[in-house]
């Protein structure tokens, strides 16, 4: 299990921007893949963006392809979440998660660890 800290949660109107960050202390960082996930009322976690261990490699959902940017410092152990003109739909718990996989990203049974949660609500 690896401990990870989510911040930069809030409320935004629509169009408005975020940038969530999430830190993972430990030696281990630049080993992991990393990804954020979410998760609406009423809905089940969905995929959102996920990054290789180097920082490579990015995947995205659909959803957010164009608008949401995910990075990685290894130097600082923190992967962070840039989501631009973002929608009310976009309302949700996202969440910072660690896997020591280095395929299967887009599916949230390949993350080990995760964060606590940061809540993003965008209004119309």
């Known amino acids: 299990q690896v401990q990870l800290v989510e911040s930069g949660g809030g409320l935004v109107q629509a169009g408005g921007s975020l940038r969530l960050s999430c830190v993972a202390p430990g030696r281990t960082f630049s080993t992991l893949s990393m990804g954020w996930l979410r998760q609406a009322p009423g809905k089940e976690r969905e995929f959102v963006a996920a990054?290789?261990?180097?920082?490579?490699?990015?995947y995205y959902a659909d959803s957010v392809k164009g608008r949401f940017a995910i990075s990685r410092d290894n130097a600082k152990n923190t992967v962070s979440l840039q989501m631009n003109s973002l929608k009310p739909e976009d309302t949700a718990i996202y969440y910072c998660?660690?896997?020591?996989?280095?395929?299967?990203?887009?599916?949230?049974?390949?993350?080990?660890?995760w964060g606590q949660g940061t809540q993003v609500t965008v209004s119309s």
């Open positions: 990054i290789s261990w180097s920082g490579g490699i990015t």
């Open positions: 998660a660690a896997s020591r996989l280095h395929y299967g990203l887009t599916f949230a049974s390949s993350f080990s660890s």
